[in-house]
């Protein structure tokens, strides 16, 4: 098959939601419509359970199943599809932000009972600022929920983005009828407990037919008739061009637990949704089409046996065609690898990969060569660009609990920010690092792995920090004068990149006002 017909049946997306509304739900059943899996519950939730927070060998065990679940692939009516799971817990949220650079569309589940909640609203913060299409599901129809015509603006008031409704529900919790297809102007009646792969639809060339009072009643009917004139009224046809643009999220409802609206859900996403898309090279648009192989790497993910520290390092394809066993060029430390070793992810197995194609994900053997954001090609210089990092919400002081093993603590903390577990700050005065994160969580887990890996004891202070901001100027001397001025404040990231330690907003606040020719960035990507 051609290049560019296995880049047009590639279709690489990441399912979102707030805990709790159905992700994992929804997974399962787009995989048993893949064949992917045989019976409902074979997917794991990669929910941290907050149970086991003491028992560390637990919370390993269910890093471990993330780790399976990550990316899972399957075909389906022709189509290969890339399905990369996002870690649930939002003290892992930065995780989840960086998966979201690998994918080229969302889906984002929505509970209709409690709609749009905080991390769904941070998720499309970042679907936002790289323009990804976002496709939205309402799910757990089958409960009483809110108006429908109340979570359209739910989404729309808060996610920022317009919606355009594709389907639209007949009733709600004990009376959900089912729902009518805005798109292909069909019926689908709603059973309970539903496994069937095949929902039943009914086409109308007319929704005023009589034939659906016989459906769904009298006073349905007449409900429906309403709804829908007034949303094509309001909504017309779908500008898929401004959905590509993310300007635009189309909307299902549907119930996933009872695999009620999902196959149409599919289908709808597999016509509109994009093929893999170009992205740059540091300032270089590369095709999907271009000849030569490029990728570039979105996550690490430790081995879970600690003697031996291996890491999976998990590689987005943009471009041109990944043979194993070739010679390919690491951009940043400027040398070629052998990549001998690559793994695709099937549903629930892992294989051995020897070709993959732009969109597809493999998961390449590494023993420390690779860092998050590092890319590979087949001589091309560059890096690509999108995996920002976000000023963390809590600041600690490391501090080295046993002198005996600071080289150990140093490369152990290396290691772990290479990961992305999260992000270390060095003050540029004395030898003072902050670890910043987005949640308590993550102290825990690094001090657990410090120990259990490297054998280093830490002990984590409390930091009087507001926020990291990277800054840039352009006047080099105002630079430096800031610099000089604030040097107590003044810290490198792990790029080396310079950032503002402010104590707190007001403080902030002050230093713009005083120095309107410094920048302030809140992600490290300006
Ligand atoms: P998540 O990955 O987004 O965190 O959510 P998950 O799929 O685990 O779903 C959370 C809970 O919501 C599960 O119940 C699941 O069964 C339920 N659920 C998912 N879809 C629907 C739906 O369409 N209708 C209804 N009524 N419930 C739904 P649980 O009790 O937490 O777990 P379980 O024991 O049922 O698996």
Known sequence: MSLAKEIEKRRTFGII???????TTLTEKLLLFGGAIQKAGAVK???????????WMEIEKQRGISVATSVMAFEYEGSKINLLDTPGHQDFAEDTYRTLTAVD???MVIDCVKGVEIQTEKLMEVCRMRNTPVISFINKLDREGRDPYDLLDDIEGKLGINVHPLSWPIGMGKDFRGVYSLY?????LFKAGGQQLHEEAFKFADINSPELEKYVGESYAAQLR????????????????AYLNGDVAPVFFGSAVNNFGVKELLDTFLKISPAPKSRFLDETKITPEHKEFTGFVFKIHANMDPKHRNRIAFLRICSGKFERGSNYYHT???KKFRISQATAFMAQDKETVDEAYPGDIIGLYDTGNFKIGDTLTEGEKGMYRGIPSFSPEIFREVINKDAMKTKQLEKGLNQLMDEGVAQLFNFELGSRKAVGVVGQLQFEVIQYRLKNEYGATVDFAPMQLYKACWISSNDQKKLNEFISSKQRHIARDKDNKLVFMAESKAWLQMVQD????IEFHFTSEF
């Open 17 to 23: 939601s707030h805990p709790d509304a159905g992700k």
């Open 45 to 55: 939730s990669n929910k941290i359970d907050m149970h086991a927070r003491s028992d």
């Open 105 to 107: 569309s969302v889906i």
């Open 184 to 188: 292909d102007k069909s019926l689908r």
């Open 226 to 241: 309403e709804d829908v004139e007034m949303l094509d009224d309001l909504y017309g046809p779908l500008d898929v061009e």
């Open 332 to 334: 940043r430390q400027e």
């Open 514 to 517: 005083n120095f309107p020719d």
